[in-house]
């Protein structure tokens, strides 16, 4: 048996490990998950498991993103996009709907309401500048994210629909 195959045979389906990976963020370890989703993923494309790969770092992605964990789950869009071109994955209506649904996951920058910004209340100023400060991260790791998508597209049509998703993003 070659190495390659030795390696393709020692690997699990790609859901058993997003399983156990789905239990460590419900668990709120979200930086242990981080570091194991990352590592799992990279045996998944070591082993040129490309689609299972890429599913472990889409539901990674998407999870992260979904407790809130914008840093995290934005670097793994990004590996997301890079284990596209490095599998050589053609862009297509699939693969657009995956962008699309890691996309849909990043928080919408939130402005906290009823600020009463007129005296010297620290508070409000402090939470202003707290929220002011998560949007700038949610949209720098949203573009980022959407700008590698685009420079990974040939297709002119899909870079249209990803473009138009980052100006949703920013007017949202």
Known sequence: ???????????????????????VVKQGNY?????????????????????????????????????????????????????LVKGKVSYNEETLDHVRKIYEKFPRPLVPQNLDLTDDDDDDMQKLSEAIAAAKTRVECCSSFLKASIKLDALPLSSLHIFSMFVSFVNS
């Open 31 to 83: 930086y242990g998950a981080q570091q194991m989703f990352k590592s799992i993923s990279a045996r998944y494309v070591s082993a040129e498991r490309y689609s299972e790969a890429l599913d472990i770092l889409k539901c990674g992605a998407c999870l992260q993103l979904e407790n809130g964990q914008v840093t995290c789950g934005s670097e793994l869009a990004l590996l997301f996009v890079e284990t």
């Open 1 to 23: 048996m070659s190495r390659e195959r030795a390696k393709r045979a020692t690997l699990p389906p790609a859901q058993e490990n997003i399983e156990k990976l789905e239990k």
